[in-house]
């Protein structure tokens, strides 16, 4: 079974969501005794790596990881909300959390 041996967050922080991506990173690199890299508007490597929309383009921010194996796999693109429409960190939480562990 693969282990994430880095987090890889790609952001801006004049995004309105940065801090609820950068508090997750925090708290997932923490927990999961692993670096985190913060990349800056890499596009490239969303586009190659993360999420797109139908035309190809990518959009900020997304958490991704890098597995002992070598592989990267994308962990969270679009923060969940809760009933007031604020970002959810402990649904965002879950959501990686449950695709770490069904990483293969």
Known sequence: MSQVK??????????????????LTDRLAKELGVEKEVRVEDYVFLIEHGDT?????????????????GRIVLLL??????????PDLERGYEEIM???????
């Open 53 to 69: 929309d139908e035309l190809g383009m990518a959009w900020l921010p997304q958490l991704l990881a890098e597995l002992d194996d």
């Open 98 to 104: 449950s695709r770490i562990k069904s990483l293969g």
């Open 6 to 23: 880095k987090l890889i967050l790609v952001t801006a922080d004049y995004h309105p969501l940065h801090k609820y991506f950068m508090t």
């Open 77 to 86: 693109s679009k923060a969940p909300f809760d009933s007031q429409l604020r």
